[in-house]
């Protein structure tokens, strides 16, 4: 191969090169799909439905977001991806009775949850842990099981659907 040819086939394989790079970069550190498992954010989210996971997204009360568990609970292991939505912020409480959310003792519209809420007793957050529940509050494996969650779990915020396509766009 003469240095011609080698030259000439660098440049026609370098554009492919830097889009492989491209997409390595934006998937690492911005956006990737995220599959919706099971039926614990129904009546919002639906089993297979396809996310996009914003890993800058700013995580507000009621935002959906992906936490990653691995823990060991009453001898079952949990290593999975949760979609849920965030109940409380770092420094607050949060707390139910009577099937009611009160987070640092004032009432939260719930309109997403579907189900009765069971009561818990109040918990309050560190400066680095989000309380998060799913919307189908009689299936959902969440904070009510594994405790608050710490900010190094959450992965980022999902909150555009991608597939199917007439569910395409935001959701709240």
């Not at 998937?27 to 919706?36: G, H, Q, S």
């Not at 965030?86 to 719930?110: F, R, S």
């Not at 190094?152 to 199917?164: E, M, V, Y």
Request: with cysteine; net charge negative; proline share 3%.
């Amino acid at each position: 191969m003469t240095k011609e040819t080698i030259i000439k086939n660098i440049k026609e394989l370098l554009p492919y090169v830097l889009i492989l790079i491209a997409v390595i970069v934006v998937r690492t550190f911005f956006v990737t799909p995220v599959l919706v498992n099971g039926n614990s954010m129904e009546k919002t989210l639906h089993e297979n439905e396809v996310m996009l996971l914003n890993k800058r997204g700013k995580i507000e009360r009621f935002s959906i977001i992906v936490i990653h568990v691995n823990e060991e609970i009453n001898g079952q292991k949990y290593n999975e991806d949760l979609i849920k939505r965030v109940i409380a912020l770092p420094g607050e409480t949060v707390t139910c009775e009577n099937g009611k959310i009160y987070v640092n003792g004032k009432i939260q519209e719930d309109d997403y949850a579907i189900g009765i809420t069971n009561n818990f007793e109040p918990i309050e957050l560190g400066e680095d842990e989000y309380f998060a529940m799913g919307d189908n509050r009689e299936v959902s494996l969440d904070s009510r099981y594994f405790g608050a969650f710490n900010i190094k779990q959450i992965k980022g915020t999902a909150d555009f659907i991608l597939f199917p396509f007439k569910r395409w766009g935001h959701v709240e």
